[in-house]
């Protein structure tokens, strides 16, 4: 475990930007940002989500992306191995995203097939499983999961890349675009789109006034809600974006705050909520380094 500094030409850099140019953004470091570890498992080497479990604590829930197993891998904070479960009757696409959501269950696991590099998919997949025990898996064992529900997704403007999205109490789930080529933006999908089946068109929401600029590693690559369900956090590369969430799921940015922590992960992917301050970032390997996870304190309320 070792505090990080952050790359401070780079901040003051960004501080410093004309006033005209700014966003509504107040750039500022985090308040703590502590590397917890490594994933161990060498097979997860494109953990690109993250998700705290609530019905298990100290279960963080995660993924490989594109052309891997239908593989999920539940491990602690500090990326020790906790069990790996085959998703049954799932194929992994592009998978890039996972949440966790109320379910007739109780909680389940959606997995978001949602990657699409080229914005050319004409639709795109989710798959929903109650979440597993992790009490069942043994050491080295690979255990199937229940069979998942699916559910085909088409955008009503054509194709996005998604690599985040979040349910709320209800089992809404929403949807944040990367940022590619059409700003970033936020769709919801209501909890009812599962019960009709088949396929669903996710409804526009709203564009969130993030300006995407992959120069300094401002694509979306996953956000999560709060457990107390007031606030969004969207993760870029290279900062966490704060929203409050409104009427209908809106969201207004939370005080204008944008925690910048800079490019310190190989490949920053994940980020879930392990309370309603602090928040654990994950990342994908690297030639030179395993995926990382980090432990993260923005001076959130």
């Known amino acids: 475990m070792r505090l990080l ?25 985090p308040t703590s940002i502590v590397q917890l570890g490594t ?29 891997n197993p239908a593989w999920i891998y539940a491990v602690d904070s500090a990326g020790h191995s906790l069990g790996i479960f085959r998703v049954t ?16 269950t109780g909680s389940c696991l959606i997995i978001g097939d949602t990657g699409d590099n ?29 069979a998942a529900d699916s559910l085909v997704i088409r955008y009503a403007d054509g194709p996005h890349d998604v690599e985040a999205i979040y349910a709320d109490a209800s ?6 675009s990367k940022g590619r080529s059409k700003g970033i933006l936020l769709f919801r999908l209501p909890a009812s789109a599962w019960t009709a089946g088949g396929s669903a068109v996710p409804e526009f929401v709203d564009s969130l006034p993030i300006t995407p600029n992959i120069s300094i590693g401002h694509w979306v690559s996953d956000a999560a809600l709060s457990p107390n369900g007031r606030r969004v ?42 309370d309603d301050t602090r928040l654990l970032l994950t990342s994908e390997s690297s030639s030179a380094s395993r995926g990382t996870l980090y432990l993260l304190e923005c001076g959130q309320p």
């Open 5 to 29: 500094t952050l790359p401070l030409p780079v901040l003051a850099a960004l501080i410093a930007v004309p006033a005209a140019a700014q966003s509504p953004w107040k750039i500022a470091p």
């Open 39 to 67: 994933f161990q498992d060498t097979t997860l080497s494109e953990a690109s989500a993250a998700a705290a479990s609530r019905a298990q604590p100290g279960v963080i829930w995660t993924l490989n992306d594109s052309g």
């Open 89 to 104: 009757g799932a194929g992994n696409f592009d998978w890039e995203t996972l949440t966790l959501s109320p379910c007739p």
């Open 118 to 146: 080229p914005e050319t998919r004409p639709s795109v997949k989710l798959y929903r499983i109650p979440e597993p025990r992790v009490e069942r898996a043994a050491a080295g064992e690979l255990v199937p999961t229940a």
């Open 171 to 176: 089992g809404d789930l929403y949807f944040v």
């Open 233 to 274: 956090a969207v993760r870029t590369y290279s900062a966490v974006f704060f929203f409050t969430v409104g009427a209908g799921g809106r969201l207004t940015p939370d005080q204008g705050r944008e925690c910048f922590f800079g490019m310190l992960e190989p490949q920053g992917e994940g980020i879930t909520w392990l």
